[in-house]
């Protein structure tokens, strides 16, 4: 009995050590290869590549993967996009392998420094990270102030010193105050070539090829996914596209103008809406535009609609809600640390748009009602007064020619009194203090029109 019961625990236990080997073997193959994730960084960087790398980083770390390749060949790029992947790149808990395949200009060197292990290919720099603010069209960039060279320097600094690497290289390569004896003099930015990166500790070792990386980097065997953006990342990239969201901004006022100068809400108001919900939420998606742009934008609507139907004439509120409205989408277009010229030139970008919107807005309502699609939007049935119709109360016509006194400021809309009934009434353009003697001069449908006795520069 005891040897049957043994004979059974021994087979138990053969089993389960037979089931357990295959087991062992497939969990050591896959910790041997993996996958490697390669993530290309090519031309311009903008802020449609930050939640790319965003997604590709937390898709490797889901999935347990082995490394993630950053493939970069750029001459830089937006520096907010930069401070943003080298965020991510610090963060991740996936192994980041930066390969500088030709070059790391500017923002490309701050994300190559961010990753775990730097890598340069035959023949590559990486450098010249000085920040500059982008002229007018057909002129060159420009220095910006020292305190955006200082965030950028320091930058640099702690991203090199999280990484183990000589932090006063990275400072050289964005302020030429910096001098390193015998690698830079001081009045020059740092760009190194692979030897010299390789030689003073900057990058980790050289490969010509991807292939080569990966051998080197011990992944062989692994699994190779090249990536790329998918249609939303895409539509982000261009939705942030400075031309497109200068469009969209001046389609976006331009609706909600024409929507205010015609009656009901049609496809005017609809396009503007689409047209400004499209920028928030590309530049929501990049991390530029937040609550407080969006409800300063609000804010800035209401109280232009407050001064348009409640408060006669245009005056303060008026002008305090164009502020808003113009300094939240500004704020929308500008990035992290951002330098008080890249503020300015975002604020014109949005004047620009504003004044183009007016203008067409201005074309539109004159040549609109001559189409054939205005004809359709506009109503334009007359109801002359030779056919019966008058638009004025009967009882508005008794005031014809009467006198009266104005209850209250008319600025130049108000109310007065004639024999003691109060009646709302507008001035024919002057200002009338209260306790003015004033007379009924016209109606016009439902206006009553006076003016100031006794006033020599009002009379008709």
Request: proline share 4%; charged share 20%; glycine share 10%.
């Amino acid at each position: 009995m005891i040897g049957r019961i043994f004979t059974r625990l021994a087979a138990i236990a053969l089993t389960s050590l037979g089931l357990m080997a295959p087991m062992q073997q497939a969990h050591s193959a896959e910790a041997a290869g993996g996958i490697v994730y390669v993530v290309p960084v090519e031309g311009i960087i903008d802020l449609g590549l930050a939640p790319f790398i965003q997604r590709v980083l937390d898709d490797a770390e889901r999935e347990g993967a082995a490394a993630v390749i950053l493939d970069i060949n750029t001459f830089g790029g937006r520096v907010d996009a930069a401070v943003l992947i080298r965020d991510a790149l610090l963060k991740s808990k996936v192994r980041s392998i930066a390969f500088v395949n030709k070059r790391a200009i500017s923002a490309g060197a701050l994300i190559s420094l961010a990753a775990a292990t730097l890598v340069m290919g035959e023949g590559a720099t990486i450098g010249a990270a000085m920040p500059v603010q982008a002229g007018q069209p057909g002129e060159g960039a420009k220095p910006v102030q020292e305190k955006t060279v200082s965030y950028m320097r320091k930058e640099f600094r702690a991203t090199a010193e999280s990484r183990k690497r000589p932090p006063l290289l990275a400072e050289a390569m964005v302020d030429a105050d910096v001098r390193i004896s015998g690698v830079i003099e001081k009045g020059k930015l740092l760009t190194l070539t692979t030897e010299e990166a390789i030689k003073h500790k900057l990058a980790d070792f050289r490969a010509n090829t991807l292939e080569a990386l990966i051998e080197r980097s011990g992944l062989s065997g692994a699994e190779v996914r090249r990536t790329t953006p998918n249609w939303a990342e895409n539509l982000v990239r261009f939705l942030t596209n400075p031309i497109v969201s200068s469009l969209l901004i001046t389609i976006g006022m331009l609706g909600i103008i024409v929507e205010l100068r015609t009656p009901g809400f049609g496809i005017p108001g609809a396009l503007g809406i689409s047209s400004l919900g499209l920028f928030f939420w590309g530049h929501w998606l990049v991390q530029l535009a937040g609550w407080e742009e969006i409800l300063l934008v609000a804010a800035g609507i209401i109280l232009m609609a407050v001064e348009v139907f409640l408060i006669p004439g245009f005056g303060i509120v008026g002008v305090l809600g164009i502020a808003a409205a113009l300094g939240g989408l500004a704020l929308s277009l500008v990035g992290v640390q951002a330098s008080y010229e890249t503020i300015l030139t975002a604020a014109m970008r949005v004047v620009f748009a504003l004044l183009t919107a007016i203008i067409a807005s201005l074309v539109l309502m004159r040549f609109l009602p001559a189409t054939r699609a205005g004809r359709r939007l506009i109503l334009e049935t007359g109801m002359p007064a030779e056919q019966g119709y008058s638009s004025e109360p009967e009882s508005d016509h008794r005031l014809l020619g009467k006198t009266g006194r104005a209850s209250a400021p008319l600025r130049p809309a108000g109310i007065a009194d004639f024999d003691g009934e109060r009646v709302d009434v507008v001035s024919t353009g002057e200002l009338i203090d209260a306790g003015r003697e004033i007379q009924v001069v016209r109606v016009d449908g439902n206006r009553i029109v006076v003016r100031e006795l006794n006033s020599s520069s009002n009379r008709e």
